[in-house]
C-alpha cells in the first residue's frame, strides 16, 4: 500500500478545500454495539450520584466510535475511495434498558482528484 492508500481524508463537510470529487462511490457505513459492564454501572451510577464524568463510559464511547468510524473507512477503501465525506456519527442505547451502546458513522466515499 503506497502513501496515498494509507491516507484516508474524513471530513464532516460535504467538500474538501482545493479537491474537486471525482467521482461519487456511494455511502459507506461501519457500526460497533458494545455491552455495557456491570461493574461499570454500578460505579458510572456512584459517579452519576456524587457528581463528576464517568470516565468508564467515556472510554467505551471513545472505543466504540474508534470501531465504528475504522469498519467505515475499511469500506470506503474496498470501494476504491480516497476520502468519505459528510460523516455523520450516531450514539443510541439499544437492548433491554438500554443496556447496551450503539455507535455508527457513516458518509460518502469518494474519489478526488
Given at each position: 500500500m503506497d502513501e496515498r492508500e494509507s491516507r484516508m481524508i474524513i471530513t464532516t463537510t460535504p467538500s474538501v478545500e482545493g479537491r474537486a470529487v471525482e467521482e461519487y462511490l456511494g455511502i459507506v457505513s461501519g457500526e460497533a454495539i458494545m455491552g455495557a459492564n456491570l461493574f461499570k454501572d454500578i460505579f458510572a451510577g456512584i459517579r452519576d450520584i456524587v457528581g463528576g464524568r464517568s470516565g468508564a463510559y467515556e472510554e467505551e464511547l471513545r472505543r466504540a466510535k474508534e470501531i465504528a468510524m475504522?469498519?467505515?473507512?475499511?469500506?470506503?477503501?474496498?470501494?476504491?475511495?480516497?476520502?468519505?465525506?459528510?460523516?455523520?456519527?450516531?450514539?443510541e442505547t439499544v437492548g433491554q434498558n438500554g443496556s447496551m451502546l450503539m455507535v455508527s458513522a457513516s458518509g460518502t466515499a469518494v474519489k478526488l482528484d
Open positions: 475504522a469498519e467505515m473507512r475499511d469500506n470506503a477503501r474496498l470501494l476504491g475511495a480516497d476520502a468519505i465525506l459528510s460523516v455523520d456519527l450516531d450514539y
